[in-house]
């Protein structure tokens, strides 16, 4: 998840005092802890089965129920992850309403004992490509995940594929897959409410609401990150129409995780951003206000209120009629070989394209169809490929390989993987390009025995003026 987005848990004020179903489930789990026997396990696996509302369950203390559940009998662990596995494998959108939470609230020890048996019992399915990815993201590898994640079949995986894009700082892909899972998720939703006697179905579930609320909030930091702020916009404001930015603040204020900012200050700011970009000056200092009574000594908040305040007509006219700066020469743009905002040169190539600039000889622009052709994870486990461009003459498909330095002709069976996998994910013939800075002699060999394979070199020139 983003950093700075962090995720909303059961908060639920009225869901916080106990019935008297949830106050046997405690009681149940404390003496299981305690006194361990199998009539106590069938009790507790009864209780959880037909007696408690889960939603309600956990959305108790969050002490208490770290207490409750961390510690327990392996039994005890056995059972929730038969239903795990199943729930991943039959329903897997119950990771929202139920899991996402519960995995919170244990702590290493158990959840290491919980996912290895979940990992026994899933077998060849689904769940277990679920399992192990969610283990390589606790482990901080999102680089693992994302090939076990996108084995899986079904839209949910969109979600996981989207968190291990967002790690892997891809925020072009990593919206593409949450939008892909937010459409399936409101399908799902809608779908509940057609079938259900009640006409709401899942759409009044805290753990669905949550799912959105989170959804939204990425989504908004993500095309700010890109810098498409009216989407940003967008997003953010179908968030705070699943909670208000009352609720947001009541949940969110308390954690304190980067210079001393809340989640819920860092959440306001990125939303203020969005609303400055886009001139939404009302709404920024609305916002503004709010925070400002939460707040009130927050230097930052009052000097931007007053900017906003300040703000001549003209000055937002002139914004709007202008836009954003532009690079200037574009017409010597590939000569200049300009290195001063890219970090690769990966980067330096898709900003000459996104100015219309050839690159490979080619007027080529990024794919960006079913996913962005930038650092993307081919399905079926054939690597993360550099670029993928398509030749707007002609919309032929070019898969790049760049190489920093020197390359050897290990880097051509490399880029035919990608050819061969891509080749089968979208149905298209696939060509490709080699880029590094110095080729050997047995790359120049072998590559000319490769017709739909092309090897280009790249240079930097600094003259004295």
Not at 30 to 41: A, R, T, V
Not at 164 to 192: H, P, R, T
Not at 290 to 318: G, T, W
């Amino acid at each position: 998840m983003p950093p700075n987005c962090k995720k909303l848990t059961y908060m639920n004020n009225d869901q916080n005092i106990p019935n008297e179903s949830i106050s046997k489930l405690f009681f149940l789990l404390e003496e299981l802890k305690d006194n361990f026997s199998e009539k106590l396990l069938d009790d507790t696996r009864e209780c959880f089965d037909g007696e408690v509302d889960i939603e309600r369950f956990l959305a108790q203390d969050e002490n208490r129920l770290r207490q409750v559940l961390k510690g327990q009998h392996e039994r005890f662990y056995d059972f929730l992850a038969l239903q795990f596995v199943e729930d991943l494998n039959e329903f897997p959108e119950m990771y929202f309403l139920a899991w996402e939470t519960f995995l919170h609230f244990l702590d290493e020890e158990s959840l290491s004992v919980f996912l290895r048996t979940a990992t026994i019992l899933a077998g060849n399915s689904n769940a277990t490509n679920y399992i192990e990815g969610i283990k390589q993201l606790d482990n901080f590898s999102p680089e693992l995940a994302i090939y076990y994640f996108s084995d899986i079949d079904g839209y949910v995986a969109n979600y996981f594929i989207g968190l291990c894009y967002f790690e892997l700082l891809n925020y072009e892909n990593s919206i593409k897959c949450n939008e892909a899972f937010l459409d399936g998720f409101q399908e799902v939703i809608e779908n509940s409410k057609k079938n259900s006697q009640d006409g709401i179905g899942l759409s009044n579930s805290d753990g669905i609401r949550i799912a959105l609320w989170n959804l939204h909030n990425d989504l908004g930091y993500l095309y700010n990150r890109i810098k498409e702020y009216l989407k940003a916009k967008h997003h953010y404001e179908k968030g705070l129409e699943v909670f208000d930015i009352e609720f947001a603040h009541t949940v969110k204020h308390d954690d304190i995780v980067d210079n001393d900012l809340s989640e819920f200050q860092i959440w306001i700011n990125n939303y203020l951003s969005c609303l400055e970009k886009t001139n939404e000056k009302e709404t920024a200092i609305t916002v503004l206000n709010f925070a400002l009574e939460k707040y009130p000594f927050n230097e930052y908040y009052r000097r931007l209120k007053e900017r906003l305040e300040k703000a001549h007509p003209i000055d937002e006219l002139l914004k709007q009629v202008w836009g954003f700066p532009k690079t200037v020469n574009i017409s010597k743009h590939e000569q200049l070989r300009f290195l001063s905002k890219e970090k690769s040169l990966e980067d330096m190539l898709v900003e000459q394209m996104r100015y219309g600039v050839m690159v490979f000889n080619r007027p080529f622009v990024v794919y960006d169809q079913e996913f962005f052709g930038k650092q993307y994870a081919i399905k079926g486990g054939y690597g993360i490929l550099d670029l993928l461009l398509v030749d707007k003459s002609d919309n032929s498909l070019y898969v790049v390989e760049l190489k920093r330095n020197n390359a050897g002709t290990e880097v051509i069976s490399q880029i035919e993987r990608y050819i061969e996998g891509l080749t089968k994910q979208l149905n298209q013939e696939i060509k490709g390009i080699i880029c590094l800075h110095k080729p050997n002699e047995e790359l120049k060999k072998a590559i000319k025995e490769k017709p739909h394979i092309e090897l280009f070199t790249y240079h930097f020139d600094f003259e004295k003026q």
